[in-house]
Each structure stands twice: as C-alpha cells, then as structure tokens.
C-alpha cells in the first residue's frame, strides 16, 4: 500500500495539500543553501556572505509565515482527517523546524557581522576546519531530511533520525575547544565563541532529526491517546 | 515555482507527494473481518452476527458490536452501507418491512430482543428512537411528551403526568423556549425546538438507550450545536448510537465509532483513533475524502 497526499474525491484538496508539501520542500532546499552559506561566511570570515544570510533570513520568515497561513487554511477549509490531518500537522512543524534551522545559520553570519574588539572572534584554521566539517554533516542531514520528507518515506527518516556522525564531529570538536583553552588562557573567550558556533551547527542536525520524526507521524503507526501526537518511540528536541 | 526554486538550487529534491510502495504502514484493504475490538465492558447491547436481509438483497452481513452504556456510538459510511439498517436493528424497527428478515444475536441487557415473549412496544420504549425529520404528532407540545408515558402507564395522576412533561422538557433543553405554551400545537416550533421536543418525548418514557438517525441533518448550525451538547449531556443517563453523514459531527459526539462498508462492519474503535489513524485502508479513504 502506499501512502499519497493525493486521491481525494475533491481534487482541489489533492492541490491544496501538494502545494504544502512543495512549498515546505521549497524552503527546505533554501535552508541547505543558507546553511552551506553560513558556514562558508563564518570559516572565511566573509561579510558579503554573511549579509546575503540575512538577506535571504526574510525570505524564509516570509515562507514560514505563507506556509502557516496555508495550513490554516486547509485545517479550517476542509477539515482534513486521519492521514491528511496528521500530514497538514506535520508540515507545519517541519517549517518550524526548518526555520529555526535558517535561526542557527544566521548565528553563524551575525558572529561574522558583529567583529568587533569584543565580539565577534575570527576563527583559528582549525576552528575553520571544524566548522567547515561540522557544517557538511548539518547540512547533508538536512538535505537527507527533506528527502524522506519529500517522498514520505520513513525508512529514509529512520536512518537521519540514528544519523550520529554530527553527534561525534561536535563532541570531538568541543573537547578540542576545551584543550586549546586549558593550554593557553587566552584562547578561552574565542574557544567558548566557537564552542556556541560549533553548538549551533549540531542543533541543525537536531532539526533535521526533528523533521525525521515528523516524516514517521505521517505515515506511521501510533496511538494518539497513548503517546499524544507523537510516536511512541521518539520524543523531539527543541 | 517552488518545483523551480528547488531545482535552481541543485539539490536534486523533486518534491513528489508520494512515496515508495513498500514504505508505508500496511493497513488491511480484506472486507468480513471487522478491526477493532467490537466487544465491551458490561454492554448495554450485544449483537453478534447480525445478517439482514431485503428479499434477496443481502443488507447487512455478520455485523458484530457491542454498545457501550453512557457512551455515544457513532455510525458512519456512505449511502447504502447498511448503518441505518443496522440501527433499525436495535428495537426492531425492520420488522415493520415487508419482506425484511434479520438474523443473529442481538442482545439487551443480555436478554434476546427477537425473544417470543419480548412485547415490541415495551421495547421501543427501552430503545427510543429519533429521526431525520423532527416529526411530532399533530398535538400541543405538551399531548406530544405525555403521550408516551400516558400509554405506558408511567404517571399515576396528572401531577406526575406534569412532572414528566416538565423533567423531559428540562432534559431536552426546551423547558424555558416552550413552558408558556405548552398547548399550542408541536408542529408550530422551529425545526431545532421540534427535534428536540422529539428528544424529550422519547425521554419522557425512560429509555436505556437512543437511537438517532441521522439527527440534525434537517437542522442549521446553531440548531444542530444544541443537540450535541444535549447528546453529551444526555449520555450520562442513556446509551446513544447515531447515524451521521457528518464525520465532523461524528468525531465531535462520540466516543466510539463503527465504519460500515457495503454492509460489513470495517472497523469499530475509539473516536479518537479512527479519526486521527484508522487502522483500515477503507476508512481512511472514506474519512480522508478518497470513497470511490
């Protein structure tokens, strides 16, 4: 069996729900590339970058906002049930994942943009290094969570939601971080600077972990009345 | 244009709707076994293998549900499913069909409905029932709720007569729209007061369960949102089960839900599941808007 947003007897539902759902896509694919973005801006110390992150921060509000709106619509227009209700739900939390992933990356171009004297601490090339590592496993997760999404495929979703090689990277890098620091006083407020850089790259995977999981709610089993809207395996960080 | 946007930005992402045939929870798609638990604790109905038939016309085929005391059950399935036919099942309203003929076991308060000694009228006086159209006898709203329990016995004098037609009144909500006119006739009330003068006459003759077919489908919105408060309210004291096109109405009222399905029973289970994850692919479809 397989499971279609399509296929209602109204067809202008099927386009309702589609449109969510490539919408949703649509602002995935922009986030990869602010992510991406970011890290290029922090690792190279990048101004013009790191504007262009701002820039492009408004058009994926504006694309959280007119998805909301969207799935409100829905909600109160059709009164979707069962699979459709739990597809316009997910949805929604999948934009909130993904914007606060693009709230992440834009962390990484504000730390750029406010160099100054006291904030602000241009990184180290191994600090680069690091971020830069950290960024293509944030990114490749979120990537591989847009996918299962885009196919409703939970057995994709699984294997980003066991995904731990971000885990690793930013546990290993931190412990840099913390040996640095006890070598050379000095470097303790850039290592801590680059410890909330590096933080931030491991909640994006954190996100796209949360978006996994919203693939599993769509099309997987559970039992509202045991687990709340959940599955009963999973419990989404925020 | 959001197609567009992905591909500009070379992630290869084509969003697509659908998903791979063998990733998703397999549901049941097989008709004849009913998912879900039919069965109850302590019923105040029982029914197992219920056929009916119309002549040749096999309606219902070996539907099997209890009914749950102080719960709503709610009904639904699309024309011709057999939900109306089944209600009718439950105090013996087929009977009056010619050619109808029902088989199996329906049991009340564990006692054989179609027993030989089980007087008909004393049991749609246990088993109420209202209707589509509100339809009250061409009587004063008062003769319409003491009628019932004038010919039941119910009220040893006028007093208690009264006090019938006041706590039904009460009961359905109608008391205070109607206590100055009692003698006018039912059928000078608005569509909503006279379903609910409906309810009160089926109340006035203390029923242990009421039917409702297809209840406020006659009725405008604010009409119909005073019956489902009544419903909720009235399930304290009654077993309800009732027919419903309106799964919205279903999901607002009940607490259990039975998917009928060209006279099988596809699913029975808690409202709060079926309409959030049904189990059976045919009530998802028929939920999600996908019947046919």
């Not at chain 1, 709106?69 to 979707?80: G, N, S, T």
């Not at chain 1, 939390?93 to 914007?99: C, S």
């Not at chain 1, 840099?176 to 290592?191: F, L, N, W």
């Not at chain 2, 038939?53 to 639904?76: C, E, N, P, T, W």
């Amino acid at each position: 069996m397989s499971l279609s947003l399509e296929g209602h007897t109204t067809r202008a539902f099927d386009g309702d729900l589609s449109s969510l759902h490539v919408q949703a896509v649509a602002m995935g694919a922009l986030v990869i590339e602010q992510v991406q973005l970011a890290v290029n801006a922090y690792s190279g110390w990048d101004r013009s970058a790191a504007t262009l992150v701002l820039d492009r921060e408004r058009k994926i509000n504006l694309y959280d906002a007119e998805i909301e709106e969207a799935a409100l619509q829905v909600i109160a227009r059709r009164q979707p049930m069962a699979q459709d209700l739990r597809a316009v739900i997910a949805i929604d939390k999948v934009v909130t994942e993904l914007e606060r992933a693009a709230d992440e990356a834009k962390r990484l171009a504000l730390a750029v943009l406010s160099d100054t004297e006291f904030a602000g601490f241009r990184p180290g090339a191994a600090t680069a290094r690091e971020a830069r590592q950290l960024g293509r496993v944030a990114a490749q997760m979120i990537r591989a969570a847009l996918e299962a999404f885009d196919r409703l495929d939970p057995a994709a979703a699984a294997v980003v939601d066991q995904d731990t090689e971000l885990d690793s990277e930013y546990a290993a890098a931190l412990r840099r971080m913390i040996t640095r620091a006890m070598e050379d006083a000095r470097q303790v407020q850039s290592a801590i600077e680059a410890a909330f850089i590096m933080r931030s790259l491991e909640r994006i995977g954190d996100h796209a972990r949360n978006i996994a999981r919203h693939v599993a709610f769509i099309v997987g089993d559970f039992d509202p009345t045991a687990t709340g809207v959940l599955p009963s395996t999973v419990a989404v960080k925020t | 244009m959001e197609a567009a946007q992905v591909e500009r930005a070379g992630l290869n992402l084509k969003p697509s709707s659908r998903m791979p045939e063998d990733a998703a929870v397999e549901r049941p798609v097989e008709v004849g076994k009913t998912v879900g638990n039919i069965a109850v604790d302590d019923p105040i109905f029982s029914c197992r293998d219920v056929d009916v038939f119309y002549g040749a016309k096999h309606a219902i085929k070996k539907v099997g549900i209890d009914v749950a005391r102080s719960q709503v059950l709610a009904m639904i399935g699309p024309s011709g499913c057999g939900k109306s036919t089944f209600l009718r099942c439950l105090n013996r309203m087929n009977d009056t069909i010619e050619g109808a003929r029902v088989e199996g076991s329906i049991l009340l308060d564990g006692k054989d409905i179609h027993d030989r000694k089980q007087d008909v009228v004393q049991l749609r006086a246990r088993v109420g029932m209202v209707f589509q159209k509100p339809n009250p006898f061409p009587k004063s709203i008062y003769e319409n709720v003491a009628y019932g329990p004038r010919i039941h016995g119910l009220a040893g004098d006028r007093v208690e007569l009264d006090e019938i037609v006041h706590h039904s009144l009460k009961r359905a909500g109608l008391w205070e729209e109607v206590k100055d006119r009692l003698q006018q006739p039912g059928t000078s009330l608005s569509g909503g007061q006279q379903q609910r003068l409906c309810i009160a006459r089926t109340i006035a003759v203390n029923p242990e369960v009421i039917l409702m077919d297809e209840p406020c489908s006659a009725l405008d919105p604010i009409a119909t949102a005073r019956i489902e408060d009544l419903m909720e309210e009235l399930r304290q004291s009654y077993a309800i089960v009732i027919v419903t096109h309106s799964m919205q109405q279903a999901a607002r009222v009940s607490q259990r839900t039975a998917y009928f399905h060209l006279g099988d029973l596809i699913e029975v289970g808690e409202t709060d599941r079926i309409f959030t994850n049904p189990r059976h692919k045919l009530t998802e479809d028929y939920i999600t808007g996908r019947f046919g």
